[in-house]
Structure formats: structure tokens, C-alpha cells
């Protein structure tokens, strides 16, 4: 039997929660039971090495405190937290990969800390309330995935009065850039295009069958997948044509369940300081651990999704491209709002809708009797 470190044997071994429903575990969970995705998280270590700077810098908060990790995956925030000196750890993971988790407890000899329990959070029953949630819940520019929803679910039914949340804060932000992946995919769309015209010359040809009617059809499909669908990149600082803008900021221990999964939409002010043209905005988010007021952290820690020369994060960055790209010169101002929903058919995945106007900063030169040229646009986004 395996040395349980001195300490109290598990009597949490016997907790379990449910299975996801079988459309969640198809649509999003069934990656995450693979070791491989799990080990591509883990060797992002901007993301790993935060939160264990966040954790092991905080030993004093952790100490002889009771730790829950939501969506525990390979166990490793469970792992940091009992090496911080919590006295206990449950470490709940909804896939099968928490036997893995199981395993790697044991293995490092601190099985008589965490307790792995396999279901949702939202089905888990535990005998104690939590000092401190840990949980690393972000998805493409923070939001996608809506895993947030389950540790707000476990934040009001196990979190102490005065405990903590690692990470405590989320921050969205939104920036101009330049991207020549914007031209890139409009040459891929437009050979689509062509390659539809001679696909259909073909059938009508071989099969004697006419699809022109479905031209329109066809063209829509395209134009969403390419110009419609946010695309991750891990873009250069170099890339960004004016310092981005903060739109949202969540305190997470105030947040409620129903603010989050309503829909919203925000005001930004993008001003321009590099050469135009604005080929599309990049959206990218950071986290902060900075404990709870009656817990707080004593060394803060951000994890930032940035664009960064030296050290990018699996999350890299959305980038919505513009088609057509915007015209603005330094100094010219881009304004609006961003509205961001789920989507009705997945709430796993989001729509974004980019409402602005360019404001250059001089007049522009006007021909006599010629219509100013409205530069108010809408711009239509799903974040697959
Ligand atoms: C982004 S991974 C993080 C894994 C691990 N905590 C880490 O930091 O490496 C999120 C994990 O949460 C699990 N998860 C998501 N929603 C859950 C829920 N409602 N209940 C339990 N586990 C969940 C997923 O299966 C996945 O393994």
C-alpha cells in the first residue's frame, strides 16, 4: 500500500459525482479525457508557471486550509495547492482523466490530502465547505467554453464566507491590429469560390446535373467559415496598431451565475498610433490572483494572454478580421460597442458583434457637393 505522507486516511475516497450529459461530453468534455490535451495545457508554462507562482508565493494563505479544484484535468492545481501545506485538496474532474489525477496523487505521496472525485461540480457533493477555489476555467478569449458558469455553480455552494478564488479577476480587452493573415484568407475564399464554379461546370458536364441554384448558398457558407469566424493566432506586439482597450473586468467572487451567461455588450475606444490600414481587432483577456478582502493574496500574481514576443500562452489571441480592412490614419479614433453571446445552438461557443465608426483626426478633404462617406459598420463574428 502506498505511504500516505503521515497523514489521515482518505475517507472522501468513496465521493462521486455524475457524468457530463452525453451532448456536453461530445460537444466539449471528450478532449480533456486525453492525457495529450491535458499534457498541452500543462507545458504552457505561462499559464502552469502562473498559477504555481500564485499558489506557492501564497503558501501562508494556503496553509492548514480546506482547497477545491474545479475541473481538476491531471490534478496539478490540487497537487500545488497540498504542496502550499492546505490540509485538504478535493480535486474534482468530470472525465475519466481524474484516474490519471488518482494516480499522480498517489504517486507523489499525497494521497492522504487531495481526494480525486470523477463527476461534474454541479452533481459532487462534499462533506466540507472550501477555504480557497482554484481552477483554471478560461477558454479562447476568456468566455468560450463557459466553464466559468460551473465554478460560480461551486463558488455558491462550497466557498466559505470570506474565501478565496484563484484566479479572483478576469479583464477582456480588444486591439487594432495589423494581420496579413486578413489577405490570406481572402485569397482562401475567393479560391473556394472558384473552386466551387468549376466543381459545378464539372457535375453539369459528368452528370448531366445543374447546381448553379445553390451559388448563393454556397457563397454564404464560405464567406462565414473565412471572413465571419474568429481565427487564433499568437499575433506580435508589433502587429498592434494602437494600445488595446479594456472593455470588462469580472470580480469573480461577486459575479453572478445569470451576469454570466446573459449577453452583453460594451463600449471601446480604439485610438490609432501606427500607419493604417486596421486589417482586424484582436481580443485577448488576463487573470488575476489576488485572494478575497478577508483573505487576500500577498504576492498578486497576473497571467496575461497579451500579445508577446518572448512568451506566448496556448490561448494565443482571437482576431477578428475586417474585410474590408479600415482605413485610418494615426491619430484617428475607432469607436463602438462589442456584443458578446452565446450561441443558442452550443452555449459552449459565443457570437461577437463589432458596431463601430471611425473618427479620423483631421477633416477629410471634401470634393465640392460630395457625400461624406459613412464609415459606421457592423461586423459579424462566431468564435468556434
Ligand atoms: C482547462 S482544463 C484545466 C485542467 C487542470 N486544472 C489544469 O490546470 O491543468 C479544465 C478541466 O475542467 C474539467 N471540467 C470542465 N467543466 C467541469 C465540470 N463542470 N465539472 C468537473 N470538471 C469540469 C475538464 O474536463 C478539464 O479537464
Not at 502550499?84 to 475519466?96: D, I, L, P, Q
Not at 483577456?285 to 494572454?305: H, I
Not at 496556448?314 to 460597442?337: C, E, K
Request: aromatic content about 10%; glycine content about 6%; hydrophobic content about 40%.
Amino acid at each position: 500500500m502506498e505511504q500516505q505522507n503521515g497523514h489521515a486516511p482518505d475517507h472522501a475516497a468513496d465521493l462521486k459525482g455524475k457524468d457530463p450529459d452525453a451532448t456536453d461530453f461530445a460537444n466539449y468534455f471528450c478532449t480533456y479525457a486525453f492525457l495529450f490535451h491535458q499534457k498541452e495545457m500543462l507545458e504552457d508554462h505561462k499559464r502552469t508557471g502562473a498559477y504555481y507562482t500564485a499558489i506557492m508565493q501564497n503558501q501562508a494563505q494556503f496553509r492548514d486550509k480546506v482547497v477545491l479544484d474545479v475541473g481538476a484535468g491531471s490534478g496539478i492545481l490540487a497537487i500545488f495547492a497540498a504542496q502550499a501545506g492546505a490540509r485538504k485538496v478535493y480535486a474534482v474532474e468530470a472525465t475519466a482523466v481524474a484516474q490519471h489525477a488518482r494516480k499522480l496523487v498517489q504517486h507523489n505521496r499525497l494521497g492522504g490530502i487531495i481526494s480525486v472525485i470523477q463527476g461534474t461540480i454541479e452533481t459532487v457533493e462534499l462533506p466540507e465547505k472550501v477555504d480557497i477555489i482554484v481552477s483554471e476555467w478560461m477558454g479562447y478569449f476568456l468566455l468560450r467554453e463557459s466553464m466559468l458558469d460551473s465554478v460560480l455553480v461551486a463558488r455558491d455552494k462550497f466557498l466559505k464566507p470570506g474565501g478565496a478564488l484563484y484566479p479572483s479577476h478576469a479583464r477582456l480587452y480588444v486591439a487594432p491590429i495589423r494581420s496579413n493573415l486578413t489577405h490570406q484568407r481572402q485569397r482562401e475564399f475567393s479560391n473556394a469560390m472558384e473552386g466551387w464554379a468549376g466543381f459545378t461546370n464539372d457535375m453539369q458536364r459528368y452528370y448531366g446535373v445543374r447546381m448553379d441554384c445553390l451559388n448563393d448558398a454556397f457563397h454564404d457558407e464560405q464567406k462565414q467559415y473565412y471572413q465571419q469566424t474568429s481565427a487564433w493566432a499568437d499575433i506580435s506586439p508589433q502587429q498592434l496598431a494602437g494600445r488595446p482597450w479594456c472593455f470588462k473586468q469580472y470580480d469573480l467572487l461577486k459575479v453572478t451565475q445569470q451576469e454570466i451567461i446573459d449577453s452583453f455588450k460594451e463600449h471601446f475606444e480604439l485610438q490609432i498610433v501606427e500607419a493604417a490600414p486596421i486589417e482586424a481587432f484582436a481580443g485577448f483577456f488576463d487573470v488575476q490572483f489576488k485572494g478575497s478582502p478577508e483573505n487576500p493574496a500577498s504576492f498578486e500574481v497576473l497571467l496575461s494572454t497579451a500579445p508577446d514576443p518572448d512568451c506566448g500562452t496556448h490561448w494565443g489571441q482571437q482576431v477578428f478580421h475586417l474585410y474590408p480592412p479600415i482605413n485610418a490614419q494615426p491619430g484617428d479614433r475607432i469607436s463602438g460597442d462589442i456584443s458578446i453571446s452565446r450561441k443558442k445552438e452550443n452555449h459552449r461557443l459565443m457570437r461577437v458583434i463589432f458596431q463601430h465608426r471611425t473618427t479620423p483626426n483631421q477633416p477629410q478633404p471634401q470634393a465640392a457637393g460630395m457625400k461624406l462617406q459613412s464609415t459606421d459598420r457592423t461586423d459579424f463574428y462566431s468564435i468556434e
